[in-house]
């Protein structure tokens, strides 16, 4: 299993005869860990929290978003992220979002899988990003990789005449749901390309068609270390593209 920057010719060449063989080419990207080195979704949470912008809060909310997690399921802690902003305008919770980002600056993306999704792009290639997050922490992000901010599927409520409520709508997509999150997108067209770096996005590379590439950058110690360790040595097990940023 070579890093992607070592064969990126060799893996171009492939994507386009699998391109080829597709009228219709679809790319599909988890988010954070995938696209960039960072989490979006999180970085919201954080900002709405620093700057004390959420009323109703938990005394401590990040221990109750870990808690919702153990105690329930990721599922339900990832909704939660976007059931608290209950009552805002969505507009309110998008600019926020976009200060998020706008404070990291830049946004650390990867500069292989950048180069990954021009190239995409200039096959005709639709390219979608899929993630556990909330759908409008990842939106800023989308406009960085050239990616339409509508093609960014996510978690989500129901928003009434601008207003966010609490009341799910869509797939949480998260495992499975990302590839029903995909395939409702898409109006049931699978991805001829995936790609992921840990275990949640597992549903998503093995619903692709032909390719799937695996990315890991988290240091030893790091929460997503072993879930990324593992999709790597399942991509060596089976033959999937893998880029490693670890020594």
Excluded at 48 to 62: C, S
Aim: aromatic share 8%; net charge negative; proline share 6%.
């Amino acid at each position: 299993m070579k890093a992607l920057t070592e064969q990126y010719p060799a893996l171009l060449d492939v994507i386009k005869k699998s391109r080829a063989k597709h009228k219709r080419a679809i790319a599909a990207f988890d988010a954070d860990g995938t696209l960039w080195n960072t989490d979006l979704g999180e970085a919201l949470f954080r900002y709405q929290v620093d700057n004390k912008l959420l009323e109703g809060l938990p005394k401590d909310p990040w221990e109750h978003y870990e808690s919702l997690k153990e105690t329930h399921s990721h599922e339900v802690a990832y909704l939660w992220l976007a059931q608290i902003n209950r009552g805002l305008s969505l507009v309110q919770v998008q600019t926020w979002a976009q200060k998020a980002v706008d404070q990291m600056n830049p946004v650390p993306v990867f500069k292989e899988v950048k180069t990954l999704i021009k190239d995409l792009h200039e096959m005709g290639a639709e390219v979608y990003i899929v993630t556990a997050s909330i759908k409008w922490a990842v939106e800023p992000g989308a406009p960085l990789l050239g990616i339409p901010r509508e093609r960014v599927i996510g978690i989500r409520t129901r928003v009434d005449n601008g207003l966010v409520t609490d009341q799910q709508e869509g797939p949480i997509t998260y495992k499975a749901g990302k590839v029903k999150g995909l395939l409702e997108a898409t109006d049931g067209a699978p991805a001829f390309f995936c790609a992921g770096n840990t275990e949640g996005d597992l549903p998503l590379l093995e619903s692709s068609t032909d390719l799937r590439l695996v990315i890991a950058g988290s240091p030893a110690g790091d929460r997503n270390y072993p879930t990324e360790q593992f999709m790597l040595k399942t991509a060596k097990e089976r033959g999937w593209q893998a880029q490693n940023y670890l020594p």
